[in-house]
């Protein structure tokens, strides 16, 4: 079975710190995926990497960056957390690049709450 | 561009009765279509996926999905809810700029199961 894992289930942050985000995926896929869900509005893709070092902007990208030096781990990176930014994220990971086909698998999700 | 709607934000069946979550989908190509499911505290899992194979598709759990491109809709059935079956159901569209695997989800519908 395919795991992807995320470093904390719940965050609390304050308003201007630094964040960081982390998920680990064991099943060699090219593709990572960074999504925050928020009631009403479904998942919406923040950032996305199809290889080690790639990454390419999502739909709403601002205030986030992602770091992705190692193929199994891809980092969420808040550089100054604001309360708008209270959500939850979701990792998840998919076998192929260059395909739309490919199932995608999520981690379990991390619960982030800025003051 | 792709996009995605669910008919209802919250749907409420009893036990042992049908299910029926709306979808309706625009892309201007032939799109990969998911249905992907979300109990309470847990992480997405796949429930089923069109791929442009046979036009209905059967996915785990008793759920299935029919593709009718005339309607551009891909509605969720289960002939008999169980309580189990109490989750949040999210229908995806595939997404065909970069061809990166990425996707377009709606905004869930919440199913709730009465005794």
């Known amino acids: 079975d395919v795991k992807v894992t995320q470093s904390s289930r719940y965050l609390v942050k304050r308003t201007g710190e630094k964040v960081f985000l982390e998920c680990v995926q064991d099943?060699?896929?090219?593709?990572m995926f960074w999504y925050r869900q928020d009631p009403g509005l479904g998942l919406r893709l923040i950032y996305f990497?199809?290889?080690?070092?790639?990454?390419e902007k999502g739909d709403i990208p601002e205030g986030y960056s992602v770091s992705r030096e190692k193929k199994e781990r891809f980092s969420l990176i808040l550089e100054s957390a604001s309360t708008n930014q209270t959500s939850m994220y979701l990792c998840?990971?998919?076998?192929?690049?260059?395909?739309?086909?490919?199932?995608?698998?999520f981690g379990p999700g991390t619960r982030l709450t800025v003051l | 561009a792709q996009s995605v709607t669910q008919l209802d934000s919250h749907v409420s069946v009893s036990e042992g009765t049908p299910v029926l979550l709306r979808c309706n989908y625009s892309?201007?190509?032939?799109?990969?279509l998911f249905w992907y499911v979300q109990h309470p505290n847990k992480g997405l899992q796949l429930l089923l996926k069109?791929?442009?194979?046979?036009?209905l598709v059967k996915g785990i759990n008793g759920f299935e999905a029919e593709f009718k491109k005339s309607e551009t809709s891909f509605h969720l059935t289960k002939p008999s809810a169980h309580m189990s079956d109490a989750a949040e159901y999210f229908c995806?569209?595939?997404?065909?700029?970069?061809?990166?695997?990425?996707?377009?989800f709606g905004k869930g519908t919440k199913l709730s199961v009465k005794p």
């Open positions: 998840a990971s998919s076998l192929r690049q260059f395909t739309s086909t490919d199932t995608q698998y």
């Open positions: 099943m060699d896929h090219e593709n």
């Open positions: 990497s199809y290889d080690v070092k790639m990454k």
């Open positions: 892309s201007s190509y032939s799109p990969s």
């Open positions: 069109y791929t442009s194979a046979a036009t």
């Open positions: 995806v569209v595939s997404r065909d700029w970069g061809s990166q695997g990425n996707l377009i």
